[in-house]
């Protein structure tokens, strides 16, 4: 597309559409230091995103773990290097789709973000201390309900400001 966009005098923005399939889903557990697992079901993974429920089923990936946004931005370095000479190349577009949503930009609702790496590091950052045990095993939905009950403005606020800073 590229190459025919040079030919045509066509500005060509590369557009980033990264379906969190098996294969990704693999690779990105291996590199951060899991062991290529995608049947897990256990909310201990920092990169993916942990709704209010304790769900992880949507394979949300966490866009405030340092992990996925370094990764992130090396696919974005990649295309923008390997595409740099071209002058059709004018950037790269990170799509968003409710339908095909994976949560690398942000955080998909109020009901996501809830995994222990996300809270504790509000909690660092802002001073608030959300009053559940990490090792409850209803934390999830017992973090929700403060957060949104005692804390909701600085919790959403923290949130687009962290997200804000990422991109």
């Known amino acids: 597309m590229l190459l025919m966009s040079e030919k045509y005098g066509l500005d060509f923005v590369g557009e980033l559409h990264m379906p969190l399939n098996a294969v990704l889903q ?8 899991g062991r290529g697992t995608t049947d897990d079901d256990s909310p201990a993974k920092p990169w993916l995103s942990v709704g209010k429920d ?12 340092p992990g996925v946004q370094d990764w992130v931005a090396s696919v974005v370095q990649e295309l923008a290097t390997r595409y740099q000479d071209s002058p ?6 990170l799509r968003l789709m ?7 930009q942000t955080v998909s609702s109020i009901n996501w973000g809830y995994e222990d ?6 909690q660092k950052e ?3 201390q959300v009053p559940v045990a990490p090792d409850d095993p209803q934390r999830y939905t017992k973090r929700y309900d ?22």
């Open 26 to 33: 693999y690779d990105l557990d291996k590199r951060f230091g």
């Open 54 to 65: 304790g769900q992880i089923k949507d394979r949300l990936l966490n866009p405030f773990y």
């Open 88 to 93: 059709a190349f004018k950037g790269v577009d």
């Open 98 to 104: 409710g339908w095909e949503f994976t949560g690398w």
């Open 117 to 122: 790496y996300t809270v504790a590091l509000f």
């Open 126 to 128: 802002t001073g608030i």
């Open 146 to 167: 403060w957060l949104l009950a005692n804390a909701y403005k600085p919790w959403v606020d923290w949130r687009c400001q962290r997200i804000f800073a990422y991109h």
